[in-house]
C-alpha cells in the first residue's frame, strides 16, 4: 500500500510540475524554451530521479521567476508598484541579560525572558583622544 501511494505522489507531481513549467516557460537550462527543453524534459527528469528532480525545479522556478519579476514589485492587479526600503526594526532589550537580541523578536533568544521592544541602540562614540604630555623643560 506504501509503495502504491508513494508511486502515485512522484506521478502526480511531476506531472504539476511539467504543466507549470509548460505555463511559466522554466527550462531545464538557460537555453530557449523547447518541450524537450521544458515540460517533457522536467516530467522525464522527475520521474526517473524524483528527490533531485522536484526540488532542482523548485530551486529552478525560484530563480527565474524572481529574474522575471524584476526590482519591482507586482500587486495583485498586475502593476508594478515602487518597492518601499524596509524600515528599521526596533532593538529588542532583554533585561535580564543587560543586552539585545534580534531586531522584533518577542522573548530573549539565550533565556526566554519576554523583550521590551525599544528604540534602536545609539552607537556610542569614544571620547577624542588626549593630547600627549609635554616633557617637562630641562634645567641647566
Known amino acids: 500500500m506504501f509503495t502504491i501511494v508513494l508511486l502515485l505522489v512522484v506521478v502526480v507531481t511531476s506531472v504539476l510540475i511539467a504543466i ?18 521544458g515540460a517533457t524534459g522536467w516530467l522525464i527528469d522527475c520521474l526517473q530521479l524524483w528527490m533531485i528532480g522536484a526540488p532542482w525545479y523548485v530551486i529552478r522556478r ?20 515602487p518597492v518601499a526600503p524596509l524600515a528599521t526594526p526596533a532593538w529588542a532589550y532583554c533585561p535580564s541579560r543587560n543586552g539585545g537580541s534580534y531586531p522584533g523578536a518577542k522573548f ?3 533565556c526566554a525572558t519576554p523583550l521590551a521592544i525599544t528604540a534602536a541602540p545609539t552607537p556610542t562614540v569614544p ?14
Do not use: F, H
Request: hydrophobic fraction near 30%; proline fraction near 18%.
Open 20 to 37: 507549470d513549467a509548460q505555463n511559466n516557460q522554466i527550462t531545464l537550462s538557460d537555453k530557449p524554451y523547447t518541450a524537450m527543453d
Open 127 to 140: 571620547p577624542p583622544p588626549a593630547p600627549p604630555l609635554a616633557p617637562p623643560p630641562l634645567s641647566q
Open 62 to 81: 525560484s530563480n527565474l521567476m524572481s529574474q522575471r519579476r524584476g526590482p519591482a514589485a507586482v500587486t495583485c492587479r498586475g502593476t508594478a508598484a
Open 108 to 110: 530573549c533568544q539565550w
